[in-house]
């Protein structure tokens, strides 16, 4: 992501802004990642697929808009903690979709999630620095505002139980509770149901 490392470039110089908004824009950052680590009581009310969405349209929100530099100290920041609330949301929701993928290996599936991570962290800054020299930082923030829009379809399909909000939170606490069943409403059982079969079904290679 071009913010942590163009961040305070961007509001300062493209932008004019003063360094005070730049330090600032780092502290809401904290503040808005506070926030997104929360979204655990979205995924409850609405789901692991609506909550991921919503995550990754913040992301591109804030980064789409602080492209255009903009101007105002109040804009500034309100865009730095919607930029923090999309990444620290999408860092959790990504591993809860990771270990309801596979329940019966949740740290096989944390540490998978951890290293897709840093491996994209990693392979992201270099080309964030490249588009900086060489077409500018707004255009640079862009293209990471379109790729993480790109991101809102990496998301549970439609009648995925994984990102259902009580067939996946059965799932949860079953995993929790070492496996033993949970009771669930019809439908969410059958939901369970579903994903438990298609994760014990023997893959092609």
Known sequence: M?????????????AGLSPAVGRGAWAV??????????AGHA?????????????????????????TAPASPAVALTLAGLFGVGYMALTGLLIVWGVRQRPR????????AFVL????????????????????LGAAFAVAAVAAGLGALVTPPRG??????VAGQALDDQRAGGGQPVVVDGQAAQDVGALQQAQTRPRRL
């Open 160 to 165: 995925d139980p994984a990102g259902s909000p």
């Open 117 to 136: 991570l840093a491996i994209g962290q990693i392979a992201a800054s270099p080309v964030a620095g490249a588009l900086a020299q060489h077409v500018g």
């Open 29 to 38: 950052v904290g503040v808005g990642g506070l926030a997104g680590a929360g």
């Open 43 to 67: 995924v409850e009310r609405v789901g692991l697929r609506a909550t991921l969405l919503a995550a990754w349209l913040a992301l591109a929100a804030g980064l789409g808009w602080l492209a």
């Open 105 to 112: 290996r949740p740290a096989r599936a944390v540490a998978l």
């Open 2 to 14: 071009p913010f942590w490392g163009f961040g305070r470039e961007l509001l300062e110089t493209a």
